[in-house]
Nanobody
Framework: QVQLVESGGGLVQPGGSLRLSCTAS????????MGWHRQAPGKERELVAS????????NYADSVKGRFTISRDDGENTVTLQMDSLKPDDTAVYFC?????????WGQGTQVTVSS
């Protein structure tokens, strides 16, 4: 059974930085994609960044390009999202996800609040 454990998040002032991490367990494969979505109050969940393990490619939402960086530790099935130059619009619950064989798995979500 695939499980995702998230860490990080919290409250930060505009312009600050935060780091989120997510570790996946319960499977053995390199055919998967991991990353982060976020959902702000009253808005739909949106993709923030993703990493495809097999190809090594990364993908970012236009709104975070140049500010967020997704990195991974393939040996530990862990992805980290480094978030810099945070803006109030980045405030949301951030969900780690893993897509494997057409099935999406989700973490419990972690709150990120950007406010002065």
């Amino acid at each position: 059974q695939v499980q995702l454990v998230e860490s990080g998040g919290g409250l930060v002032q505009p312009g600050g930085s935060l780091r989120l991490s997510c570790t996946a367990s319960g499977f053995q494969s390199i055919m998967y994609t991991m990353g982060w979505h976020r959902q702000a109050p009253g808005k739909e969940r949106e993709l923030v960044a993703s990493y495809a393990r097999f190809s090594g490619t990364t993908n970012y939402a236009d709104s975070v390009k140049g500010r967020f960086t997704i990195s991974r530790d393939d040996g530990e099935n862990t992805v980290t999202l480094q978030m810099d130059s945070l803006k109030p619009d980045d405030t949301a619950v951030y969900f780690c996800y893993l897509r494997r064989l057409g099935v999406d798995y989700w973490g419990q979500g972690t709150q990120v609040t950007v406010s002065s």
